[in-house]
T-cell receptor, first 112, second 119 residues
Framework: DSGVTQTPKHLITATGQRVTLRCSPR?????VYWYQQSLDQGLQFLIQ???????AKGNILERFSAQQFPDLHSELNLSSLELGDSALYFC???????????FGEGSRLTVL | AQSVTQLGSHVSVSEGALVLLRCNYS??????LFWYVQYPNQGLQLLLK??????LVKGINGFEAEFKKSETSFHLTKPSAHMSDAAEYFC?????????????????FGQGTILTVHP
């Protein structure tokens, strides 16, 4: 158990819909990262928050947004969903200076 | 920008044989390097990491990796494969640490190598 909690574990929805994925980092970790894992793209970095502020942005679509709340949990919002958004979305957290990330078990999104 | 190349998307070995998973990186600064393992339907778990110091790094489950700066490599090895080692393995490089001392070090991952272990 990494200490990072993600909900929901599985989500099935239709094209055009909006979903929210939630992540609770390990106790005391200030950094939260979101990654998307798909068969064709591999593990792609989406976005990073540190203590409530956005710190780095990767290949995140404009239809996607995220935030980190004062209690440090984070949410990833995916809107106007397309078939290609079907993937496993991972949240990770870290506290150390060496960038070691601890991953949750992921949220598997299926868009039909 | 950092990048990672894993040579071989699939590696197959017999139980008891040597495991060698190859990773080459590109980085403009001294890198921090990681190997993660992902079992089916699970998240990624850290196997080992290299930051500074000794270039031969030992990790969990009998794995080790050697940082070779001249070859820009960080290959993962295990002397004797076990059936339970079957999984997908990811090499990753970390972004440079922020000069202010707070790490914003996101990881850039390779494409992964699926390890199959035959009886």
């Amino acid at each position: 158990d990494s200490g990072v909690t993600q909900t929901p574990k599985h989500l099935i929805t239709a094209t055009g819909q909006r979903v929210t994925l939630r992540c609770s980092p390990r106790s005391g970790d200030l950094s939260v990262y979101w990654y998307q894992q798909s068969l064709d793209q591999g593990l792609q970095f989406l976005i990073q928050y540190y203590n409530g502020e956005e710190r780095a942005k990767g290949n995140i679509l404009e239809r996607f947004s995220a935030q980190q709340f004062p209690d440090l949990h984070s949410e990833l919002n995916l809107s106007s969903l397309e078939l290609g958004d079907s993937a496993l979305y991972f949240c990770a957290s870290s506290a150390s200076l060496v960038g070691e990330l601890f991953f949750g078990e992921g949220s598997r999104l299926t868009v039909l | 920008a950092q990048s990672v190349t894993q040579l071989g998307s699939h590696v197959s070995v017999s139980e008891g044989a040597l495991v060698l998973l190859r990773c080459n990186y590109s980085s403009s600064v001294p890198p921090y390097l990681f190997w993660y393992v992902q079992y089916p339907n699970q998240g990624l778990q850290l196997l080992l990491k290299y930051t500074t110091g000794a270039t031969l790094v030992k990790g969990i489950n009998g794995f080790e990796a050697e940082f070779k700066k001249s070859e820009t490599s960080f290959h993962l090895t295990k002397p004797s494969a076990h059936m339970s080692d079957a999984a997908e393995y990811f090499c990753a490089v970390s972004d440079p640490v922020n000069a202010g001392g707070t790490s914003y070090g996101k990881l850039t991952f390779g494409q992964g190598t699926i390890l199959t272990v035959h009886p």
